[in-house]
């Protein structure tokens, strides 16, 4: 009698067992996981990701172009290109989705920003021109542009640094470096790095745009119409282009 009374206690623990085994919810079922927010938040910061690039912004792979960060204003170049000075001068970025700047004295890019003002007319054709050139040459490297003016323009020459300026005074002056065969951003060493055929692109594409002047070095066999196209020397590694005597 004992022993059945045993039995039927273990079968009916036995019965239990395999009850609570299959029932839901019990220590069986997985655990329930923590919600993602919840889990955000114990997980500390979390990286921010990458910009993306965009269509605009080109090889730079910016959101923004740097041009749209130029502060315009109404300038005005005052006096001549070589005894003259400069008011309301607009900066040109150190560099733009088409252009790299520059520096003829320290020979490296970017060039120092008070060396890149100039009227708000000259900065507009200078990013005009390029951006024109860029699209018509778009596996071209960017083009170097070098000194434009200081910002309130007057003397521009050598206790500034190299061989100085006669000009650059008034805001209608810009140097802008012929591309080289090998892509290369910054300024030519000698005449046999330039790409021609894409330097006398960018001199036609100044002549169209009503440069008054665009000076070429005598070394580079570069060309345009008489009185507009000039050959003057210490110009064989870049082009000069000036705008005629108008209010930016």
Wanted: a positive charge; aromatic letters at 6%; zero cysteines.
């Amino acid at each position: 009698m004992g022993r059945a009374l045993s039995l039927l206690a273990l079968t009916a623990a036995l019965a239990a067992a395999g009850w609570l085994a299959t029932r839901p919810g019990t220590a069986s079922a997985p655990a329930p996981t923590r919600p993602r927010a919840a889990a955000r938040r114990h997980a500390g910061p979390q990286p921010v990701p990458p910009a993306r690039r965009t269509h605009h912004a080109g090889r730079l792979g910016l959101r923004r172009r740097p041009e749209a960060g130029i502060v315009w204003h109404h300038s005005h170049a005052l006096g001549l290109p070589y005894a003259g000075s400069l008011v309301g001068g607009v900066r040109l970025p150190r560099e733009g989705v088409h252009f790299f700047t520059w520096d003829p004295v320290l020979h490296r890019s970017p060039n120092r920003p008070w060396r890149r003002y100039g009227t708000a007319r000259l900065v507009r054709t200078l990013l005009a021109v390029i951006d024109a050139f860029a699209a018509a040459h778009p596996h071209a490297a960017r083009v170097g542009i070098g000194d434009l003016s200081r910002p309130h323009g007057g003397d521009f020459g050598p206790r500034f640094g190299g061989i100085g300026h006669a000009s650059h005074q008034n805001g209608l002056d810009a140097d802008v470096y012929y591309p080289l065969r090998d892509r290369r951003e910054r300024a030519p060493t000698s005449v046999g790095q330039i790409d021609h055929r894409l330097a006398q692109d960018l001199v036609d594409r100044f002549v169209r745009a009503g440069a008054q002047f665009v000076f070429v070095g005598p070394d580079t066999h570069l060309r345009g119409p008489a009185g507009i196209v000039e050959v003057l020397v210490h110009h064989d590694d870049h082009l000069h282009v000036r705008l005629p005597p108008d209010s930016g």
